[in-house]
């Protein structure tokens, strides 16, 4: 694998994660710049994550019938494109379509870098690069809220999607006369699955987003119970039909295979820890422990960094521990670093110990869970195979962000009574809390801050069933491996 492939597939995942995390800081900017509110922006993210959802299954498989490379540099210049184009928006109806064609392009980057490195490395190679290629993305988070920041406050917010134009441009740039390789035979597209499976992802996500509104609609409502409902009938159906395609986009046969069924279980509860465990840690860090906003985001870096190093040694080492031991070990340390949040963070020291623990432990995963995946896949399913880890991983995320949110949303609501009528001058923010009276101070603490330590037991549960979970993993045999090998040559 060359140093040329490596470094364009490093800028693609790079791009998407930056991305992801760049644009929080710059909401606010963004809502007031367009004249709308932080609640209609929050719109043209929310829709990224239904489209993304769709796109990760379908450019999957596409990349196995189209080739690769081609499916990996069409998606680099689709973000690329959508970027600008958010960046030239004028309009909140500009930037959600700018944001769905980057969803679109953000659905073949990690999960098909992925993909070229089952390959196209040697197996012996194999985990190293994948720990490259996540400690990349790592880096991305890391930079992201910070670099973010800056921007809004030194330049404008459309530089946050400025950046990632040029790094589109390069990457494809790279990518160009490369040999990769390709299907041989006549690729035949699977229409109808297409649809199916963008009815069932799609469906799903909202039905998931919905939940953040489950006190005021109920379950049953039709903006929830009724998404959920038609993501299930979408999914048999989608069941029904892949079954007796001869071509099917999303192969449920080997979805659906015994080896694959706790892969799926254990991606889909790492994403719930991950996004559970930190999408409010700054807000905790703030109520319990009066930091500002500016060092309670800083916080996070302690679960970046582990994440970052423990990715590439997790990479360099999964070829001769074997990648189940791997996961294992660090599905142990995610819901360890999870205990030690949601029950022992009295002091701020354990509250970094406690991300660092969990940052340790998903470095420990992420990169051997691919590997695992790879190493089953057959011949010519690298893409689809790939893009489910991504998929299940992101879906177990939107599902730990939205739970954590809707306990917090109870908690909120707590405070919002207790509130009513109260100190004149006291709205709930979390402004300035080092200066503020002890009672406000206990006030959140009660509230907020036990709103998020609801969230951080359940993503400890949802870790625990993970590392249980963990152990009905497999390991591809030699000459399963053998097998592929020989006929990728």
């Not at 035979?185 to 996500?205: E, I, P, Q």
């Not at 590439?312 to 031991?325: L, P, S, Y």
């Not at 670093?337 to 623990?357: N, P, Q, R």
């Not at 006291?426 to 609801?454: H, I, M, R, Y």
Request: glycine residues 16%; charged residues 10%; hydrophobic residues 55%.
């Amino acid at each position: 694998m060359s140093g040329r492939l490596l470094l364009a597939l490093m800028l693609g995942v790079f791009m998407g994660a930056l991305d992801n995390a760049i644009l929080a800081p710059a909401l606010p900017a963004i809502a007031e710049d367009l004249g709308t509110g932080v609640d209609r922006i929050t719109l043209a993210f929310s829709i990224y994550s239904v489209f993304y959802a769709v796109s990760v299954p379908i450019l999957g498989r596409l990349s196995d019938l189209l080739g690769y490379g081609r499916v990996y540099g069409v998606s680099m210049a689709l973000f690329a494109g959508g970027s600008a184009l958010a960046a030239l928006s004028q309009s909140l109806e500009m930037l959600v379509a700018a944001r769905v064609i980057q969803a679109v392009g953000a659905g073949g980057l990690f999960p098909v870098a992925q993909a070229i490195v089952g390959v196209v490395a040697p197996e012996e190679r194999r985990g190293a690069y994948l720990g490259q290629i996540l400690g990349v993305f790592a880096l991305g988070n890391v930079l992201g809220p910070n670099l973010g920041g800056f921007i809004v406050e030194r330049a404008s917010w459309h530089w946050v999607f400025w950046i990632n134009v040029p790094i589109g441009i390069f990457g494809v740039l790279l990518l160009a006369g490369m040999a990769l390789p390709r299907p041989t035979g006549r690729a035949r597209l699977d229409l109808v699955g297409g649809a199916l499976v963008a009815l069932t992802f799609g469906s799903l996500v909202l039905g998931i987003q919905g939940l953040e509104r489950l006190e005021d609609l109920g379950f049953l409502s039709p903006r929830i119970g009724g998404l959920f409902l038609l993501a299930l009938l979408a999914g048999l159906a989608l069941i029904l039909y892949e079954r007796r395609h001869p071509a099917p986009l999303l192969d449920v046969r080997l979805a659906l295979s015994p080896p694959f069924l706790p892969l799926w279980l254990v991606s889909t509860l790492v994403g719930y820890a991950l996004l559970g465990g930190i999408v409010f840690a700054p807000l905790y860090a703030q109520v319990a422990f009066f930091l500002s906003p500016f060092a309670s985001g800083a916080i996070l870096n302690a679960l970046a960094l582990a994440l970052g190093g423990v990715s590439g040694a997790a990479g360099a080492t999964v070829g001769r521990v074997g990648g189940k031991r791997l996961v294992v070990l660090g599905m142990g340390l995610t819901a360890l670093g999870l205990l030690v949040m949601a029950y022992l963070a009295s002091a701020l020291w354990l509250l970094l110990l406690g991300l660092f623990l969990l940052g340790t432990g998903l470095g420990l995963v992420q990169g051997p869970l691919s590997y695992l995946a790879l190493g089953l896949a057959p011949a010519g399913s690298q893409g689809q195979v790939s893009s489910l880890v991504s998929l299940t991983r992101s879906l177990g995320a939107a599902a730990g962000i939205t739970v954590s949110g809707v306990l917090l949303a109870r908690r909120s609501q707590e405070l919002a009574s207790l509130t009513a009528g109260g100190p004149g001058g006291f709205s709930g923010g979390t402004g300035n809390l080092a200066e503020a009276p002890a009672f406000v101070k206990s006030l959140l603490q009660g509230t907020l801050g036990q709103g998020v330590l609801d969230g951080w037991r359940l993503a400890f549960f949802a870790a625990l069933l993970g590392f249980a979970a963990a152990f009905l993993l497999r390991e591809a045999s030699r000459g399963s491996r053998e097998a592929k090998a020989g006929a990728k040559g």
